[in-house]
Structures are given as C-alpha cells and as structure tokens.
C-alpha cells in the first residue's frame, strides 16, 4: 500500500463546474496536510494547507480533512481552464525525521471550455 | 513572501561532467532545504534533505558521492551531479521549509522554479 494515494485522472471537468479530488493517506500521525498544484514543465506551487478536521477555504479553493478516516480532499468551484494542471497531495509525517514531505502521484485536471 | 530561486534553470552537459545547481530562499531563512528529483509523467522524489551546518541526510538508493549537496548558509543549499551521465536527465527542484512559524505554522515547502539537467 502506497503511503499517500490519489487517483491519476485525468478527471475531466466542464468550465463553471466543480473539481474534486480525494487523497488517502496510510500514516495515522501524519499532522500537516497539502495540497500543490503543477503545470506541466513547472515546478510544484503551493495552494491549500490544513491541519484540523474539517473544511478550510481559500477563494475558489476548499480542502477537507478526515483524520478518521484519513482522507483529505480538495474542492474546486467554478473551474477554469487555468485549473488545468496536476494536483499533488502531500502528507508532513511526524515520524519522518526532518518534516519531510511524502507525495502522493497526483491527479491530472482536465477543465474542458 | 516565501520565494525560493534557482539556478540555473536548464543546463546541458556533457556525459562524464559535473554540474553545479544552487537554491535559494530569498526572502526567509530555511534551516532545511530539500533535494526532488522528478521523471516525466512521474510524481516527485526526494532525493536529499539539506542541513544547514551538518551533513546532508540521503534517501535509500540515492548515491551520495554522486549527488553532492552543500547547506553553507540559511538561504543558499547547492546540489552538485558529478560525473553526470545520460540516466541522471531530469528535472531537479528544490524546496525549502519556512523557520518561521508564526507566518507559516504547517512547516510548509516552498519550491523553486526547477532546473532541467539534460545530459548528452
């Protein structure tokens, strides 16, 4: 079992819909939690953080978390073509010394006009 | 705020030279910088976590004496391929984790724009 894994896409979205995106992850210590978006040929650019369960929202931007169940997922309102990219979830695992972050695959967007 | 640099961007080479890559935080102080690795139409790999002041700690399969990394200060980590060879092709990005917690309480990674080592 991989220790951080999303589905590889491509998810395919029409414009003004909503994106969302699931990332499950094995550590049950894990305590910080990412999300960074990748254009192809670019490096990663960070764009959601959390750390407690629940929902925490940056403009069109949501990310949830389920320790519980320990899932986090990202939702994308009213996407544009510009969203258009690789989603990459991360996982800060206490464990590991030095915070390093572990990766999951990451999930190609498609946002068809 | 939380930029991180790199030089250079691209850079070709021929097979059995080395190749000096530099990171940068420049506008924060990063104890610790981190080293990826990423192949097409793959996800990262860490290859390296940077130290400032002490040894650079390497992941399983990573060849140190091969892949060279120097932490000299809080804002510059450099990564140096020796003996470069067509198989070390890829695209080489660092990040660099904020010290500074109350502006960034996540330790979140910051990552450079990459540098893409082509080796001939």
């Known amino acids: 079992q991989k220790e951080v894994e999303q589905n590889s896409g491509p998810l395919s979205v029409p414009e003004g819909a909503i994106a969302s995106l699931n990332c499950t992850y094995s550590?049950?210590?894990?305590?910080?939690f990412f999300w960074y978006r990748q254009y192809s040929g670019k490096s990663p650019e960070l764009i959601m953080s959390?750390?407690?369960?629940g929902d925490k929202e940056d403009g069109r931007f949501t990310a949830q978390l389920n320790k519980a169940s320990q899932y986090v997922s990202l939702l994308i309102r009213d996407s544009q073509p510009s969203d258009s990219a690789t989603y990459l979830c991360?996982?800060?695992?206490?464990?590991?010394?030095?915070?390093?972050?572990?990766f999951g695959g990451g999930t190609r967007v498609l946002v068809k006009p | 705020g939380a930029v991180v640099s790199q030089h250079p961007s691209w850079v070709i080479c021929k097979s059995g030279t080395s190749v000096k890559i530099e990171c940068r935080s420049l506008?924060?102080?990063?104890?610790?910088m981190f080293w990826y690795r990423q192949f097409p139409k793959q996800s990262l790999m860490l290859m390296a976590t940077?130290?400032?002041?002490?040894?650079?700690?390497?992941e399983q399969g990573v060849e140190k004496d091969k892949f060279l990394i120097n932490h000299a200060s809080l804002t510059l980590s450099t990564l140096t391929v020796t003996s470069a060879h067509p198989e070390d092709s890829s695209f080489y990005i660092c990040?660099?984790?904020?010290?500074?917690?109350?502006?960034?309480?996540?330790?979140?990674?910051?990552f450079g724009p990459g540098t893409r080592l082509t080796v001939l």
């Open positions: 990040s660099a984790r904020s010290e500074a917690q109350g502006l960034h309480p996540y330790n979140e990674q910051f």
């Open positions: 550590d049950r210590g894990s305590q910080s």
């Open positions: 959390i750390y407690s369960n």
């Open positions: 991360a996982v800060n695992q206490l464990k590991a010394a030095g915070n390093k972050l572990t």
């Open positions: 506008d924060f102080q990063a104890t610790t």
């Open positions: 940077s130290n400032e002041g002490s040894k650079a700690t390497y």
